[in-house]
């Protein structure tokens, strides 16, 4: 992406926080680069959402462990960590499935289970503690004056500092501190003040918030977080965990007290502590990792932009009102998960035992779903700044990032939502194609609705496995139409499949694509992806579907539908063992009830070379090549084949390319103007990734694309 123009009004210098901005006109990204470099920071991340668009995103600097950071670089969440919490919970309010007074502690509380015996309760006042009080950070913990400090970084704090209680000593404990011995503990110490009465920033309330969803679930915090959270904002990059080196968790295993003592001497600083603690002991508070395409999408997702929002305007409200027994005047305070201000802006900002981030939204009723947005396209309504490591100084980031993008006048006018979505972008006229070569299964789902959310439209999805692995290759095209009418789920078993089906029939779609494949992400079990478009069939068609029929008996069912005027429109192939399993779509018009055998041709138990033989075969015959899927047989790929006679164009096949070669052959034939429309990866008997791609020149009259 070009580096953005930017130029400031007026004269702002702010000299003394290391940071300093004169009328010269730096560029937005030159101005947070030097953010960076003059505060001592390692490196970071940032992004704006203008309109309903990401306007701007730059990575720059490395990461803790030295590796650079570039737009797509996971960087610590830290304080969006609690977004994230905070609007699970919230989430969890709508559904009716968490109160707000629901109690924390006592034999009614949501952890009741960790409620001290009454011998061992010497504050009553954490029977008072409701979810509501730690969603507002108002539940009685007030680190900078507690004794212990922040429990949650404790086992940190107390190494050379013989002030704080020790929580591992009181417990005499053997093993590393986990998160029960945190929260059992504090339940049993005084509260620093009465709940509900003001807001400290509390990690250890946020840690049992996460506790809280699991107990209202009987789920595991991040699949609740996964499916309430990141698959309908589509934050697909977003996870839990320290950073990563060479694929391993850096300092995995090890004992904390050594961690402690090389990180002191090489690191100085808690916050570059932060990069190794063992997730689980701060799962819910500061946990997660993210980068600025995903908090941007996440701001999208608060304020309904891109035709979905997460929360109603009840639950908004809910979110932004004060602690329930704040009688302060403030204009700001702290509201589920954000600080909010009066004037309707909410942020999250720095934290004291975290890298420091800036997420701020300006004004989350500026949209309402469903209706055409109509705001300055280039108007900055949200932003994002993630960091890694430690300033040297603390500078008023808020404030900074503000003054960065208010004086910025010539924003881009791209969306670069679509940049981490795609391997190529190909046009050829009004026609443009997205294709992306590699999606890891178990985020596909979060990355298909971030796709959709940029106004394409999925027309062709293939599932592949490889090196222990399940991915998914994606074609798209940019439909905004369409795409608002489209569904694509990877993952669904059986079931799901059949229950995602009559779920959006009642809402008018069709399943026109779906694909069997063997998923190692579901421990080797057979499931489903399956795509659905809204109308997409005639009202007096007829469709039959059919999922794992053996192939013997589903060839002499498709020749009986054939001659009854059905002809077919998917065939998934995958294999049990050495059971080839065929699963279907066909399709009949009522009126045009006519044997489809010398318009379609069916071939399945493909080796490569047939494969190749049958796609010229049938071009010799007039017939394009409509479906292609493979599955693994004893470590050789077999290949599922659908061929339809219309009116044809020109066409080019490839088969046995690296991902790279793929990517080459694209690039090479859309200058001839040809563009695929199949992509399938398949493995060979040495785990060798390929992929085969059909491409063709489209077609200038696509609506008299008639059989002949």
Not at 17 to 42: M, P, Q, R
Not at 270 to 293: H, K, P, R
């Amino acid at each position: 992406m070009d580096v953005l123009r930017m130029l400031f009004c007026g004269c702002i210098i702010i000299a003394h926080f290391g940071l300093n901005i004169e009328a010269a006109g730096l560029k937005y990204g030159e101005a947070f680069k030097n953010l960076i470099t003059e505060n001592g920071y390692k490196g970071g991340a940032t992004g704006v959402l203008l309109g309903n668009r990401l306007g701007y995103i730059e990575g720059f600097g490395q990461t803790i462990t030295g590796h650079n950071v570039y737009h797509e670089t996971l960087l610590p969440a830290s304080g969006i960590s609690k977004i994230i919490t905070a609007l699970t919970v919230l989430k969890l309010f709508q559904e009716n499935t968490l109160h707000p007074n629901d109690k924390i502690f006592g034999e009614q509380g949501k952890l009741a289970k960790f409620t001290p015996a009454p011998e061992q309760i010497t504050d009553s006042r954490i029977l008072d503690i409701t979810v509501d009080d730690l969603l507002r950070h108002a539940g009685g913990w007030d680190a900078e004056i507690s004794p212990v400090a922040d429990p949650v970084f404790n086992e940190f704090l107390v190494d050379g500092n013989h002030h704080l209680v020790n929580i591992s000593k009181e417990l005499k404990l053997k093993t590393p501190l986990k998160t029960v011995d945190v929260i059992g503990f504090m339940a049993t110490r005084r509260l620093d003040f009465q709940p509900g009465t003001k807001s400290s920033v509390s990690n250890l309330g946020y840690l049992m918030l996460g506790r809280v969803i699991e107990e209202a679930t009987g789920m595991p915090y991040d699949v609740v977080v996964k499916e309430n959270i990141l698959n309908n904002c589509g934050m697909w990059h977003t996870r839990l965990g320290p950073h990563t080196h060479e694929g391993q968790q850096v300092y995995k295993g090890r004992n904390p007290r050594e961690i402690n003592a090389e990180l002191r001497e090489k690191h100085e600083v808690i916050g570059e502590y932060y990069a190794y603690v063992q997730t689980y002991m701060v799962d819910s508070c500061l946990g997660w990792f993210t980068n600025a395409y995903d908090a941007m999408r996440l701001a999208q997702c608060l304020d309904g932009s891109a035709d979905y929002k997460l929360l109603n305007d009840s639950t908004i409200e809910n979110m932004a009102r004060r602690p329930r027994l704040d009688r302060s005047n403030d204009d700001s305070w702290y509201g589920a998960g954000f600080k909010i201000h009066e004037g309707g802006a909410i942020w999250v900002g720095e934290e004291p035992h975290a890298p420091d981030v800036v997420f701020l939204h300006r004004n989350l009723k500026r949209h309402t779903p469903g209706t055409v947005y109509t705001n300055d396209e280039n108007e900055p309504m949200a932003w994002t700044l993630l960091f890694e490591g430690k300033p040297n100084i603390d500078a008023p980031l808020k404030q900074l990032s503000r003054a960065m993008v208010e004086g910025e006048t010539h924003w881009p006018t791209t969306n670069a939502f679509v940049n981490d979505l795609n391997d190529r972008i190909l046009s050829i006229g009004p026609i443009t194609k997205l294709h992306k070569l590699r999606v890891e299964e178990h985020v596909a789902n979060a990355y298909l609705i971030a796709l959709q959310r940029t106004d394409y439209n999925v027309i062709w999805l293939n599932a592949y496995t490889h090196a222990g692995g399940t991915f998914i290759t994606v074609i798209a095209e940019r439909d905004p139409k369409a795409s608002r009418e489209c569904v694509a789920v990877a993952g669904l078993t059986r079931e799901k499949l059949v229950d995602k089906k009559l779920e959006l029939e009642d809402l008018g779609y069709n399943m026109t694509f779906f694909q069997n494949y063997k998923s190692f992400s579901h421990r080797d079990k057979f499931v489903f992806l399956a795509v659905f478009h809204k109308g997409a069939f005639r009202n007096d068609s007829r469709i039959l579907y059919g999922i794992q029929h053996f192939d013997r008996p589903y060839k002499t069912l498709l020749t009986l539908y054939e001659e009854k005027g059905y002809r077919p429109l998917v065939q998934s192939i995958e294999y049990n063992r050495d059971d080839a399993l065929l699963s279907f779509i066909l399709e009949a018009d009522s009126d045009k009830e006519k044997d489809q055998k010398p318009i379609y041709s069916s071939e399945e138990n493909l080796s490569e070379a047939r494969l190749e033989k049958c796609v010229r075969k049938y071009a010799r015959d007039q017939k394009r090549l409509i479906y292609l899927d493979a599955s693994n047989h004893r470590g050789k790929p077999k290949f599922s084949a659908l061929f339809k006679k219309t009116r044809m164009t020109k066409w080019l096949f490839s088969q046995g390319l690296s991902p790279e070669d793929l990517l080459i052959t694209i690039d090479e034939k859309q200058k001839e103007g040809y563009l695929p429309s199949i992509n399938i990866g398949y493995s060979t008997k040495r785990d060798e990734l390929l992929f085969a791609t059909y491409m063709e020149k489209p077609m200038k009259d696509v609506a008299n694309d008639d059989v002949i």
